[in-house]
């Protein structure tokens, strides 16, 4: 068959976080449903978790993840570890190479799509006559304040202290306050991965360097100047591959726990509910879990509080669900984000910043609440929505990242109900015109798919 003729082969190899492999998924599934085969590289565990309906033109390739000295045997993902044990888990993916290596050798994958932690990848896919490109999943504000790839390599040009990340850099050429709060970067484990002696800086600047394409999960109507200065810093094309917006949505064995919640939702007056969820992965401690939830409480508003299995050491502080029964809804685990956010009664989300929970969330217009997870990307994303007018940070200390309960409350009435929020409610639902737009988005996964046959005709 001729080389023009033959559908491309790609292989995809996501970070091992939750988080990172669905967007990659959604990029799978699009590439699939064109007739593209799709390798989809990953972990046991993994790819267990990962929905059984897949196109037949995906292929899960599974490759066991080594054992190190440090990672517990069952952990394969961020989600199986407490924050400071991730270095164990870099150092076990590191020592994927050989297998990646061996697959790529046995197959005849045109491209691999990869993430920034592998920087090892691109070199070991060049000597084997496959293209590089390299998919982010955070949006192009991040990369710019991370910055171009010649000062990321040394792992230290970049910067040499945790305060260096707390201002803008003097590469953006555009009005901005998106930096980093000392706070969210004291106690960062990629600030220096001690387990590697490198630094995620580092990783991502050779992963960059030895790519033929970025593609970055964001579109030019959000990020426009963005995505210029980035192609300017990198010097390869910058392709967005859109938001991805989730299109699906899934309960499964949960339907009867969101038949409640849905008929409790469905007797809240419009608008009127905000919705609480910080992701799988965050921790927070005792005494800022019971902060938080007094300023939920005193906000006097209806609310749905999903509380992940990870949230917190002390989870719900004793007394709270008495004392806001019927006001709010307590959902441990699991939840079906999306429904909750798509109902009509739900009006603002107070959310960890994580990029794809704020896509979910602008998709529907809800307005946000913005609480910083406080790793890896959370605190930009909080800056770049806030200044975007579609929400709010909660003030907190910059040093040591505390708040106050009156704070959350006050952030909270200001998003949901007062005159003052009037402005950020009206963004947020103007939002829905790019984010929730699937058709638009969609153009630009055609625009990435067409920049990866144009790579394969050029070889």
């Known amino acids: 068959m001729d080389n023009k003729e033959k559908k491309l082969h790609i292989a995809m190899f996501p970070w091992l976080a939750y988080g990172h492999l669905m967007p990659f998924l959604e990029v799978a599934t699009f590439l699939a449903r064109k007739g593209y085969r799709v390798s989809f590289i990953s972990t046991p565990k993994n790819l267990q978790q990962l929905p059984a309906n897949l196109l ?17 045997d069952s952990a394969e993902s961020t989600s199986d570890l407490p924050y400071n044990m991730v270095p164990y888990l870099k150092k076990a993916y590191d020592l994927l190479e050989p297998a990646v290596a061996e697959f790529l050798a046995n197959s005849d994958v045109d491209w691999m799509i990869q993430d920034f932690m592998s920087f090892w990848l691109p070199q070991k896919a060049s000597r084997l006559g496959v293209k590089s490109a390299l998919f982010s999943i955070c949006n192009a504000s991040t990369l710019v304040f991370v910055g171009p790839p010649s000062l990321l390599v040394d792992g230290q040009a970049r910067a040499k202290t945790a305060e260096d990340l707390t201002v803008v850099p003097e590469w953006v050429t555009y009005p901005t306050k998106v930096a980093f709060r000392l706070h969210e970067v004291m106690n960062e484990e990629d600030f220096l991965d001690s387990e590697s002696n490198m630094s995620a800086f580092e990783r991502g600047g050779k992963s960059i360097k030895g790519c033929e394409i970025v593609a970055v999960r964001t579109c030019g109507e959000f990020e426009a100047e963005q995505l210029s200065l980035l192609k300017k810093l990198y010097g ?18 949960e339907e009867g726990r969101w038949s409640e919640l ?10 009127s509910v905000f919705y609480i969820a910080l992701g799988t992965e965050v921790t927070l401690s005792q005494e ?6 007094r300023g939920i409480e ?6 749905v509080w999903v509380v992940g299995l990870k949230a917190s050491q002390g989870s719900i502080p004793p007394g709270f669900e008495s004392r806001v029964s019927g006001r709010g809804f307590i959902w441990t685990g699991w939840a079906p984000q999306l429904d909750i956010l798509a109902h009509p009664s739900v009006g603002g989300f107070l959310t960890h910043c994580g990029w794809s929970s704020v896509i979910e969330a602008l998709g529907q217009g809800r307005a946000l609440i913005l609480f910083s997870g406080g790793t890896s990307d959370q605190g ?7 200044e975007r007018r579609v929400g709010s940070e909660v003030p907190r200390n910059d040093r040591d990242g505390s708040f106050t309960s009156d704070s959350v409350a006050e952030t909270i009435r200001r998003v949901m109900v007062e005159a003052e929020g009037e402005e950020v409610r009206a963004n947020a639902w103007a939002m829905r015109e790019i984010f929730g737009n699937v058709e638009l988005q969609h153009r630009y996964l055609e625009e990435f798919a067409r920049a990866l046959e144009q790579g394969r005709a050029s070889s």
């Open 288 to 293: 800022f879990m019971r902060e938080l939830a």
């Open 56 to 72: 037949p033109s995906i292929t899960l390739v599974e490759l066991p993840l080594p054992r190190v000295h440090g990672l517990p």
């Open 298 to 303: 005193q906000s006097g508003l209806p609310f």
């Open 380 to 386: 930009l994303v909080a800056r770049l929505m806030d």
């Open 262 to 271: 849905k008929q409790w939702l469905d007797d809240r007056e419009e608008k």
């Open 236 to 253: 390869i094309p910058v392709v967005p591959t859109g938001l991805l917006p989730p299109h699906n949505k899934s309960r499964n064995e």
